[in-house]
């Protein structure tokens, strides 16, 4: 048996997956809700949102490039802050992509409705949760090659559809109403078609939306060239930002009205569909169904490697740091799996209300564990003692800015009654794992490897 993780992930790769993380559900589902919040103050919005998100993984980039770890910063969070910390960073990833996963699942299903109006909810989540198992089980390289091509079907699907949109734009008359009509962007109320409330409410989707940017952090561990690869990576945040948000959002809100997009599905299939292109429309629910998927096999990789981490650390059964013959945390994936299938149960008891109840979790779960990465790299900053190669731009500042506006956006979802009870949770979830992290201090000893 091996007994260390094995190193499978190429520079090609991690690159797409950093690519393709941006681009899940909270883009080609979330959006809509955005939009309809917002108006098109959206695109500035997202501009804000995606420079905190760049802040944020920029320090945890400059942690995986001194010191590559699968457990990303719970393993950062252990080591320099201490192991109370890395404990409650860890299983708190670790709860937050559970959710993740369940929310994809869930989503993929919701866009299976635009084909299949009468589709069972719980038994599309089930096969598709069991072949992603698969997946997950037979060696890191292929998880590799699955998110290579879905991410790449992605990206070149927004590419295509920016061309066709501008295309669009170009060479179809504009319409009074408002169908191909660059004045979108500032008739129906103007810019801040909703005011100061709405740009504020938007930025929890907006948050929700960037979900998953750091797991670039977690291929660090299991990367040939870490040093090289994870820079690369992280610096293209910014450009696909530009790219894949507020290029792609500035297309459809153009093409078509944003006050009359239907916030219940994709706003790429509904503009589509109203414009009068209802292929176009399909491929973009087919395409909304394979980044469902891929963040959904992002979730089930992050999870386990998480969890092998943490088990590593002494937070974790020990069970969970066993591997197989092809260096996969097994026992890790299985036992997320497990707790990833309630959301089986949960589409067959509430297929209708599941989806935001999911999302709102989700976001304040990403919430603490970005705050923390942004703590834990301040400990960082003062306690390592190599020279680091790849540094955080404007810190101390930068962290203090992207904190500020974590912890605003918290407050922001407490007013929202959507999102509210998400808040009301957090404090007790997180008292729950302090209160078994003190009790594996009294009952359970140390586990450390």
């Given at each position: ?114 084909w299949f109006p009468n589709s069972v909810h ?43 949109g501008v295309y669009i734009l170009s060479f ?57 690869t994870i820079p690369l990576a992280i610096n ?214």
């Amino acid at each position: 048996m091996p007994n260390k993780l094995k190193h499978g992930l190429t520079t090609r790769h991690i690159l797409m997956i950093a690519l393709g993380s941006a681009i899940g559900t909270g883009f080609f589902f979330g959006a809509g809700e955005s939009i309809q919040l917002a108006g098109p103050a959206i695109l500035l919005s997202y501009a804000i949102g995606g420079v905190m998100m760049y802040i944020i993984v920029r320090a945890l980039g400059e942690m995986a490039v001194a010191e590559p770890s699968s457990g990303s910063f719970s393993y950062y969070a252990y080591k320099y802050i201490g192991s109370y910390a890395g404990f409650i960073s860890g299983w708190n990833y670790w709860f937050n992509y559970i959710i993740v996963c369940m929310l994809e699942l869930t989503a993929t299903s919701i866009f299976m409705d635009y084909w299949f109006p009468n589709s069972v909810h719980w038994v599309i989540t089930l096969v598709v949760m069991l072949i992603f198992t698969g997946i997950n089980l037979l060696n890191v390289k292929w998880f590799g090659e699955f998110e290579f091509w879905f991410a790449g079907i992605k990206v070149l699907t927004v590419i295509c559809l920016i061309l066709f949109g501008v295309y669009i734009l170009s060479f179809s008359p504009s319409s009074n109403q408002g169908v191909s009509n660059v004045a979108n962007l500032w008739e129906y109320g103007g810019f801040f078609a909703h005011g100061w409330s709405g740009f504020l409410f938007s930025f929890v989707v907006v948050v929700f939306s960037f979900g998953g940017t750091e797991l670039v952090g977690i291929t660090a561990g299991e990367a040939e060239n870490p040093k090289k690869t994870i820079p690369l990576a992280i610096n293209g945040i910014i450009i696909r930002i530009l790219l894949f948000y507020l290029a792609t959002l500035a297309i459809i809100m153009c093409l078509y009205p944003w006050n009359k997009i239907n916030a219940q599905i994709s706003p790429f299939v509904d503009v589509f569909q109203q414009i009068g292109i209802s292929k176009a429309a399909s491929l973009m629910n087919l395409v909304a169904i394979t980044a469902a998927l891929s963040s959904l096999n992002s979730g089930i990789y992050g999870t386990a490697r998480m969890v092998y981490n943490l088990s590593l650390q002494g937070n974790a059964p020990k069970q969970f740091k066993q591997l197989s013959l092809k260096g996969i945390p097994s026992t890790a994936i299985v036992f997320s799996i497990i707790c990833i299938a309630v959301t089986v149960w949960l589409n067959y008891l509430y297929p209708k209300q599941i989806f935001n109840i999911l999302l709102a979790v989700a976001t304040i779960a990403a919430i603490i564990n970005w705050i923390t990465i942004l703590i834990t790299h301040a400990c960082f900053k003062r306690k390592f003692k190599g020279e680091s190669s790849y540094k955080t731009i404007l810190y101390p500042l930068s962290s203090i800015i992207a904190v500020a506006f974590l912890v605003m956006v918290a407050t922001i979802m407490y007013f929202m009654p959507s999102f509210k009870m998400a808040i009301i949770i957090a404090p007790i979830w997180l008292a729950l794992l302090s209160l078994a992290y003190f009790c594996k201090l009294k009952f359970g000893g140390s586990q450390h490897a």
